[in-house]
């Protein structure tokens, strides 16, 4: 039977389904943080972040429509994404979690554009939150990278089938090493 064009026609397969297969898809994680109005640091475990245009340089996350951070991440100017390594695990689960203070115990610094920076992470992308678009039950946010810190050649931490474990480390070149 055709559907009506003003209504999407409904999956042919279950969210568990749909879940499982995105699940297969494997990613790193991201802690994205930024700062309220009065400057109280807002944060939270990402693994939508992906690349989007080298120039000018935009990159993409997206951030659920009942995240207690959206407001803050709807009105912020700017935003950091840190990417983290194999080693931070606890962090990735730390910033998951609900109630409590996701910073508590975690070393940062302030980056230029006063968003805080995770010591340890593999790279940091300095943010201009440059626009937002509502798809659905998620928003997706396009970041302007002002600043990107390379900072560590260690294994990532990946996420894979709803599990996150340590990724193994890149074989890096000797001309990338030397870049420090
Ligand atoms: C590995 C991992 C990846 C996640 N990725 C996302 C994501 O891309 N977008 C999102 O909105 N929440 C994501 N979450 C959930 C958030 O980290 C967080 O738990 C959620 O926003 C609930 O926080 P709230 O209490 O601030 O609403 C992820 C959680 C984990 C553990």
Redesign the pocket.
């Known amino acids: 039977m055709p559907h009506s064009t003003d209504l999407p026609a409904p999956p042919a397969f279950t969210q568990r389904e749909f879940r499982d297969a995105l699940g297969t898809f494997a990613t790193g994680?991201t802690v994205v943080t930024a700062c309220n109005t009065d400057g109280v640091r807002v944060g939270?475990?990402?693994?939508?972040f992906n690349s989007v245009s080298l120039a000018p340089p935009l990159v993409l996350?997206?951030?659920?429509n009942?995240?207690?951070?959206m407001p803050v991440f709807q009105a912020c100017t700017h935003y950091a994404i840190n990417v983290l390594a194999a080693d931070q695990l606890d962090l990735?689960?730390q910033?998951?979690?609900?109630g409590i203070d996701r910073f508590a115990g975690v070393t940062c610094t302030v980056g230029h554009t006063g968003a805080p920076l995770l010591a340890g992470a593999v790279a940091t992308f300095e943010c201009l939150n440059r626009s937002r678009h509502a798809e659905g039950d998620?928003v997706i946010f396009v970041g302007e990278v002002l600043h990107c810190h390379p900072l560590r050649h260690t294994a990532p931490l990946l996420?894979h089938r709803g599990q996150?474990r340590p990724g193994e480390p890149a074989q890096f070149p000797e001309s990338v090493l030397s870049r420090g």
């Open positions: 994680v939270l475990t990402v693994s939508s996350w997206s951030l659920a009942q995240a207690h951070t990735a689960n910033f998951a979690q609900r998620h996420y996150l």
